[in-house]
Nanobody, 127 residues
Framework: QVQLVESGGGLVQAGGSLRLSCAAS????????MGWFRQAPGKEREFVAG????????NYADSVKGRFTISRDILKNTVYLQMNSLKPEDTALYYC????????????????????WGQGTQVTVSS
């Protein structure tokens, strides 16, 4: 059984930083690509960042490029999202997700390719 647990969210002022964590059990990130998504109230869930199973490729939404960085710790089977220069528009519930097909990168932004999701961690950025 796959389980993803996010943590690290909170309240921060604009311009501040947070680091989100996604700890996985039941599926190794060295075999499955994963992604971070977010959903603000009244809006659709949107792609934020993706990391290939090999760790060699990353992908970011235009809105976060240059500010967010996705990385992983293989020994802990944990993926991180370092968020810098946060803006009020980054306020959302952040989810991590893992793809259902091993050794496959595919389209990071395609939600259909992910078959397991965490419960989310709230990020609130005040102006």
């Amino acid at each position: 059984q796959v389980q993803l647990v996010e943590s690290g969210g909170g309240l921060v002022q604009a311009g501040g930083s947070l680091r989100l964590s996604c700890a996985a059990s039941g599926r190794a990130f060295t075999e499955y690509s994963m992604g971070w998504f977010r959903q603000a109230p009244g809006k659709e869930r949107e792609f934020v960042a993706g990391l290939s199973w090999s760790g060699g490729n990353t992908n970011y939404a235009d809105s976060v490029k240059g500010r967010f960085t996705i990385s992983r710790d293989i020994l802990k089977n944990t993926v991180y999202l370092q968020m810098n220069s946060l803006k009020p528009e980054d306020t959302a519930l952040y989810y991590c997700a893992v793809k259902g097909r091993p050794y496959y990168s595919g389209t990071y932004s395609d939600k259909v390719e992910y078959d397991n999701w965490g419960q989310g961690t709230q990020v609130t950025v005040s102006s």
